[in-house]
Structures are given as C-alpha cells and as structure tokens.
T-cell receptor, first 115, second 112 residues
C-alpha cells in the first residue's frame, strides 16, 4: 500500500530533551515536507525537501532541523524542544511536478506534547 | 505571499442539508487548489482538486469550482451525511509545487 509512515503517533517529552520524529514514504516521491497543525491556524510548513540532500525552510522553521540522506526518509529533529512546539505534526510527500495533479499524500500525524 | 481564508466553524447541519464552505485565496501565478478532509484522529485525505481556472473538482458528492475572477474555491455538497462530519481544509499549491498553504480549517458537524 502506498503510504507515508510517521513514528511515533504520540510523544510526551520534557523541555530540552532532543527528539526525532521519523517519516518514510514508499512511493519513490521526490518532494517531502513537514507541517505543524495548530487550532485556527491550519497547517504551516516547517521544512521541505525537493530531493536527496536538498532541503529548505518553510514558514515556521525555528527550532527544527531536517535531513534527507535517503529518498524515502525525511526525519524531523527537535534538538531542544520547548512547550511552544507542542503541536500535531504531519509529514507529506509528492512526486516532482505531480503535486499539481495529485496533491500531497499525508502521514497519520504525530501528536507531540512538550512539558 | 500566498494565503488562504476559509469560513470559521463549526458548521452544524442536519442530515441531507446543503453544505457550502467558503474559501478565498491570494496567490501569485497559477496555483492549484485543493480541499482536504481530516476525520477525527486521522491524517489529511485529499478530497478534490482543481488545477486551472474554471476547473471543477468533484468527489464523493462534493464539488468546488476554481474561480479566478473571485479568487474563490468554495466547497459544496447537495446532501450531507453524518459520516461527512470532519474538519475540511482549503489549500493552494505554489507554482514550484513545494509548498501547500492552508486555510484555518472548518469543522463540520452533521446531526441525524
């Protein structure tokens, strides 16, 4: 089944403790993105990648890092999480140039709570 | 920059009522427009899309028409069901295809 898989689904952590949220897709998509969802704000892009070793900032990159060493994986790293990063996070992927016709495929989400 | 504005919810309807969720956008170039749906506890699913002016996207009884003159992409359904209860997001994809810009989401509640 074609899908985007995120782990974990739920995570509670303490301020300052480094964490990584994994994202993997099995569709050979070039484009991958991370979004955070907050009430009333919709989804906002954190980082995106257009191919291996090609990443760039989205609208809200502060406090996050990403890497794209392999085409299928796009982990999101919070090196020193803070409570304002408590949110619902989504990973998404799309074929290059295919987003216009097919949209992006989203993962099931990771609900992160930073206390 | 690009932006999407959609009506705030929640929208509460009785089963078989007519649904309209308004969406307007501001964008440079020629974006593609989408409606995504999020059921409780799940991720976002693509509901329908339109890639150019006057295109009509449709799926599962939902429709939306890309209106460039009014920069709108309103979602409609003639007869809603309880199973349509969810949060609906309007979104546009930029010309480079690497960023979706979302509206704030509209929660729809359909009562039997």
């Amino acid at each position: 089944e074609a899908q985007v898989t995120q782990n974990p689904r739920y995570l509670i952590t303490v301020t300052g403790k480094k964490l990584t949220v994994t994202c993997s897709q099995n569709m050979n998509h070039e484009y991958m993105s991370w979004y955070r969802q907050d009430p009333g704000l919709g989804l906002r892009q954190i980082y995106y990648s257009m191919n291996v070793e090609v990443t760039d900032k989205g609208d809200v990159p502060e406090g996050y890092k990403v890497s794209r060493k392999e085409k299928r994986n796009f982990p999101l790293i919070l090196e020193s999480p803070s409570p304002n990063q408590t949110s619902l996070y989504f990973c998404a992927s799309s074929p290059a140039g295919g987003g216009r016709n097919y949209g992006y495929t989203f993962g099931s989400g990771t609900r992160l709570t930073v206390v | 920059g690009n932006s999407v504005t959609q009506m705030e919810g929640p929208v509460t309807l009785s089963e078989e009522a007519f649904l309209t969720i308004n969406c307007t956008y501001t964008a440079t170039g020629y974006p593609s427009l989408f409606w995504y749906v999020q059921y409780p506890g799940e991720g976002l699913q693509l509901l329908l899309k339109a890639t150019k002016a006057d295109d009509k996207g449709s799926n599962k009884g939902f429709e939306a028409t890309y209106r460039k003159e009014t920069t709108s992409f309103h979602l409609e359904k003639g007869s809603v069901q309880v199973s349509d209860s969810a949060v609906y997001f309007c979104a546009l994809l930029n010309n480079a295809g690497n960023m979706l810009t979302f509206g704030g989401g509209t929660r729809l509640m359909v009562k039997p």
